[in-house]
């Protein structure tokens, strides 16, 4: 069967590999397992025989057949669905389940619109295991003051703890791709407190922020700045928007939250 590039298809060749990334998401029986794109389910076989069951949503119907022959007898529910068209509220009502675990190898075309469509559902989420482009999960861990951290950084790091747990070369798909991979583990926090008390205001100010990396904070945050008391969060207006870190940045948010404005652009 031929690849599909707009399915964003590579497929994991590396039976090692495969086995090292279950280890990572560790399944057990009882969980409820959700996995984004089985493809032709490298993944999905291994998770089946240490969960038990497991839910995998799959946009390419040419693959559906042989996963319903090989799979479904060993516990796999299909959905034939684009995941961004997902409601995970109502998948884990289906399920009977209180949380899901979601993991997958991620498609890299829709990589960043599948995590920020997650975001939504943080509190139906256990946790998220997934393999993407290395570059990526770099941005998405990075640490204040590196050159890789931004905005995905910020809006991902106010939802998650989150680890890189893998490195992936290359040559453990077909067809091979262009660019190194990795698996990061996305753990939600606690819901009880959340460090943000708007999302689409923070996603407004965070992405206001970053949209010029060279400038200070006063000249990215102008429109904002007579809102915003700086100083309470020990911000330097002369600071660059990589120098702040994300409980700043909350806070920030939150007192643009409480004097009512709204956000330039949405998240
Ligand atoms: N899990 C398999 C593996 O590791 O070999 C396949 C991984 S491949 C990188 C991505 C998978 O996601 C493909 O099966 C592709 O058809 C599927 N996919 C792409 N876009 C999707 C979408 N919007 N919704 C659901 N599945 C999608």
């Known amino acids: 069967m031929k690849a599909k590039r707009r399915f964003g298809q590579n497929f994991l060749r590396d039976q090692g590999i495969a086995r090292a990334i279950v280890r990572c998401i560790n399944p057990s029986p009882g969980q409820t397992l959700v996995e984004i794109g089985p493809g032709q389910g490298a993944l999905t076989g291994l998770l089946l025989e240490q969960a038990g069951r497991l839910a995998a949503i799959e946009i390419d ?53 599948v995590l920020f469509h997650l975001l939504a559902y943080s509190h139906a989420i256990e946790d998220q295991t997934f393999m993407l482009q290395e570059e990526v999960v770099d941005r998405m861990v990075a640490a204040p003051g590196s050159k890789t951290y931004g905005r995905l950084s910020v809006m991902l790091q106010a939802k998650y703890v989150m680890e890189k747990c893998l490195h992936v070369p290359p040559e453990s798909f077909w067809p091979v791709p262009k660019v190194q991979s990795a698996v990061v583990r996305m753990q939600p926090l606690p819901v009880e407190n959340p460090l943000v008390k708007d999302w689409q205001v923070f996603g407004g100010l965070v992405t206001q922020a970053f949209s010029s990396r060279r400038k200070m904070i006063r000249n990215t945050l102008a429109v904002y700045l007579d809102r915003l008391d700086l100083q ?21 948010a939150n007192q643009l939250t409480d004097s009512n404005v709204t956000p330039l652009s949405p998240c």
Not at 61 to 76: S, Y
Not at 92 to 106: D, I, K, M, P, Y
Not at 234 to 252: H, I, K, N
């Open 61 to 113: 119907e040419d693959l559906l057949p042989v996963l319903r022959q090989r799979l479904e007898p060993k516990g796999l529910q299909l959905i034939a669905q684009d995941v961004l068209t997902v409601n995970f509220n109502s998948l884990a009502h289906e399920l009977q389940a209180s949380t899901l675990r979601v993991v997958g190898n991620l498609p890299y075309n829709i990589s960043s619109p």
């Open 232 to 252: 309470a969060l020990g911000v330097d207006a002369r600071q660059r928007p990589e120098e702040l870190s994300v409980t700043q940045y909350a806070g920030l």
